[in-house]
């Protein structure tokens, strides 16, 4: 249960909340330190200046990818992450950044894979209103019924493969 609390005039230091609304550092489908809670707290918090990570643009959410080898879905044969998703991912609502080349052993080619084998005729990922100048790169997007980025209603986005 969350529990509300007011501070007036006071400054708090040393907190450790226990997580980081930004870090992706697992593969799996859903849940805490999932792409997918990525997603949906970059919805919510995204736009928000008072909310920076240290070297980044104020209000802009950017994923910090922490993946480790031993997630029981890293395939060590081809050097992948297989994020196998059960259901289309949230629409992205706010302005990120999601990029594939900061997750350690990448060197060139896309160490997540996005799998929509399993998802239905959904799109890999939905950029649309409220997320323009977001930036996806080095990503593997693959076998989605729908298209592997959809880009509505949004402008000046940059999709790259490195």
């Known amino acids: 249960m969350l529990q509300k609390i007011s501070l007036t005039g006071s400054s708090v230091k040393n907190v450790d909340f226990g997580f980081n609304f930004d870090t992706v550092v697992n ?3 859903s849940g805490q330190g999932s792409l997918r809670q990525f997603l949906l707290n970059a919805n919510l918090l995204g736009g928000d200046a008072t909310l920076a990570q240290s070297g980044r643009t104020a209000g ?4 910090i990818l922490l993946l480790s080898t031993s997630d029981p879905n890293y395939n060590s044969t081809g050097n992948y992450w297989n994020i196998a998703l059960k259901s289309q991912l949230p629409v992205i609502t706010s302005k990120l ?3 594939g080349s900061t997750q350690s052993g990448f060197v060139g080619t896309p160490v997540l894979r996005l799998n929509g084998s399993a998802a239905g005729s959904v799109n890999g990922l939905t950029l649309t209103t409220g997320s323009d100048h977001s930036l996806v ?3 593997a997007i693959q076998q989605f019924g729908g298209t592997g980025i959809l880009l509505n209603d949004s402008a000046g986005n940059t999709i790259g493969g490195k």
């Open 27 to 29: 593969a799996n489908d």
């Open 137 to 139: 790169k080095a990503l």
């Open 60 to 63: 802009v959410e950017n994923a």
């Open 97 to 99: 950044t999601l990029d």
